[in-house]
T-cell receptor, first 114, second 110 residues
Framework: KAGVTQTPRYLIKTRGQQVTLSCSPI?????VSWYQQTPGQGLQFLFE???????NKGNFPGRFSGRQFSNSRSEMNVSTLELGDSALYLC?????????????FGSGTRLTVV | GQNIDQPTEMTATEGAIVQINCTYQ??????LFWYQQHAGEAPTFLSY????GLEEKGRFSSFLSRSKGYSYLLLKELQMKDSASYLC???????????FGTGTSLTVIP
């Protein structure tokens, strides 16, 4: 079966711009979570969506937002980009919020802010 | 809050055994996961411990001591392809969220 698909794979943006990243979960998975991965901080939780509702949110500024559509696909948006937002953004999907065993990550979107 | 610590880097020889430690302090501990991540790729699931003890899966084993807030991942008969980052992650009973350590970059040398 197809895995978690994230697009685009690579992105270069200028400071101050905004960016939208996309995540298509495994078919049948309704829970999608987003993480930011940087060398110094590791993976940090951004937010989790289930049935189009944000269930949980990490400790990130309001510039980071997301949404989930009825087909479970999810997008995250970062406005007013800063150099420190350069990172690998990973999404993960699972059947439901309690299905931690079935958590599957995508390969990520590498965002570079210049 | 959640605090997960693991060594930043380790080097081991092909064919040898390596142990990657992870200590954690967390409220509402639910379980501990280990993931493997090759450069530029998605993290992939290795093991899951919810009870104390050793879980063995082929060349990989993971141990958990909840009273000590301690886990380790044991890799036997190391192969060059085992060079990767190994991520320790803790889940809490308050929601579907992983708390990750910064990862241990393992380099296997001939």
């Amino acid at each position: 079966k197809a895995g978690v698909t994230q697009t685009p794979r690579y992105l270069i943006k200028t400071r101050g711009q905004q960016v939208t990243l996309s995540c298509s979960p495994i078919s049948g998975h309704r829970s999608v979570s987003w993480y930011q991965q940087t060398p110094g901080q590791g993976l940090q939780f951004l937010f989790e969506y289930f049935s189009e509702t944000q269930r949980n949110k990490g400790n990130f500024p309001g510039r980071f937002s997301g949404r989930q559509f009825s087909n479970s696909r999810s997008e995250m948006n970062v406005s007013t980009l800063e150099l420190g937002d350069s990172a690998l953004y990973l999404c993960a999907s699972s059947l439901n919020p309690r299905d931690l065993y079935g958590y599957t990550f995508g390969s990520g979107t590498r965002l570079t802010v210049v | 809050g959640q605090n997960i610590d693991q060594p930043t880097e380790m080097t081991a020889t092909e064919g040898a055994i390596v142990q990657i430690n992870c200590t954690y302090q967390t409220s509402g501990f639910n379980g501990l996961f280990w993931y493997q991540q090759h450069a530029g790729e998605a993290p992939t699931f290795l093991s899951y411990n919810v009870l104390d003890g050793l879980e063995e899966k082929g060349r990989f084993s993971s141990f958990l001591s909840r009273s000590k807030g301690y886990s380790y991942l044991l890799l036997k008969e190391l192969q060059m392809k085992d060079s990767a980052s190994y991520l320790c992650a803790v889940t809490s009973n308050t929601g579907n969220q992983f708390y990750f350590g910064t990862g241990t970059s393992l380099t296997v040398i001939p």
